[in-house]
């Protein structure tokens, strides 16, 4: 059974960082793109960053840009999404699914695709 697992959450003061990780298991890691989603209180859940096997990547909007980014550690099963100079409006349950494609588009990494989704870890910005 595939299995994705979120840690590196908590509380943290606006301009910080924080890194995330998601550890996949059950599944073929090589053949599926990686996304990092999150979901505000009372907003609908929205993608930030996508990754494949092969490195290619794609973000979902300018809120992040610039801010954070994202990895892949094929060897460990791990995408790590780095998220630097934390806002009060970064503050969401950050998910990450998978989807069984080799290439990271915008398609093959939207919220309705993705197979397989992890149980989220709460990102709170505030000072």
């Known amino acids: 059974q595939p299995q994705l697992v979120e840690s590196g959450g908590g509380l943290v003061q606006p301009g910080g960082s924080l890194r995330l990780s998601c550890v996949a298991s059950g599944l073929s890691f090589d053949y599926h793109v990686i996304g990092w989603f999150r979901q505000a209180p009372g907003k609908e859940r929205e993608g930030v960053w996508c990754i494949s096997s092969s490195g290619d990547s794609t973000n979902f909007g300018d809120s992040v840009k610039g801010r954070f980014t994202i990895s892949r550690d094929n060897a460990k099963n791990t995408v790590y999404l780095q998220m630097n100079n934390l806002k009060p409006e970064d503050t969401a349950v950050y998910y990450c699914?998978?989807?069984?494609?080799?290439?990271?588009?915008?398609?093959?990494?939207?919220?309705?695709?993705?197979?397989?989704w992890g149980k989220g870890t709460l990102v709170t910005v505030s000072s």
């Open positions: 699914a998978a989807n069984s494609a080799l290439i990271a588009t915008r398609r093959n990494c939207e919220v309705d695709v993705m197979e397989y």
